[in-house]
């Protein structure tokens, strides 16, 4: 078992820094919450502490709180904004796991019955379709 630093130009950092754009559907002190690129599902959301670390492995405890609540908030206005049956939340750490950005985020995603997921970081979204999605998640937010 080998340790690794936290790289502070992994793509999550530079997005957090706005040196990469996304679409933001949430930010408060602690979290930002943007669309996934690759989305496994319409309506594929990143929940990302602005706290540095690699995954829940090296993650000071006290991100989880504040991380967590945006979880709940955001899973809420998902399965609100796409009419779902349920969501997944999802979190890789390390390559085994399947991990592939290394700064500590959390996947939430809307679900159908009967339709799985679509494979992970597989194909990137037109980006019409995910500002379309990230308009209908922050009007749920804020409803
Ligand atoms: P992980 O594999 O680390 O759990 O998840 C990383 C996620 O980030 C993947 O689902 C992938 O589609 C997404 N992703 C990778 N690069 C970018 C990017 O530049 N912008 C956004 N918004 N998502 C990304």
Redesign the pocket.
């Known amino acids: 078992m080998t340790e690794t630093a936290y790289d502070t130009d992994n ?1 999550f950092a530079k ?1 957090l820094r706005g040196e ?1 754009p ?1 679409q933001r559907v949430y930010e408060d002190e602690a979290v930002v919450v ?5 989305p496994q599902g319409p309506g594929h959301t ?1 929940v990302v502490p602005k706290a540095s670390s690699r995954n829940l492995l090296d993650a000071d405890p006290s991100t989880f709180g504040p991380l967590f609540t945006v979880v709940q908030k955001v899973a809420r206005a998902v399965r609100k904004a796409f009419d779902a049956d349920g969501v997944t939340v999802m979190q ?1 750490n390390e390559p085994a796991s ?4 290394y700064h500590l ?1 959390v ?1 939430v995603i809307p679900r159908f019955d009967s339709i799985p997921l679509k494979p ?2 597989g194909a990137m979204e037109n980006p019409e379709v995910l500002a379309r999605n990230a308009d209908k998640i922050r009007a749920a937010l804020g409803s």
């Open positions: 793509i997005i990469i996304s943007f669309m996934d690129v690759m990143l890789f399947g991990q592939t950005v985020h996947h992970h970081t």
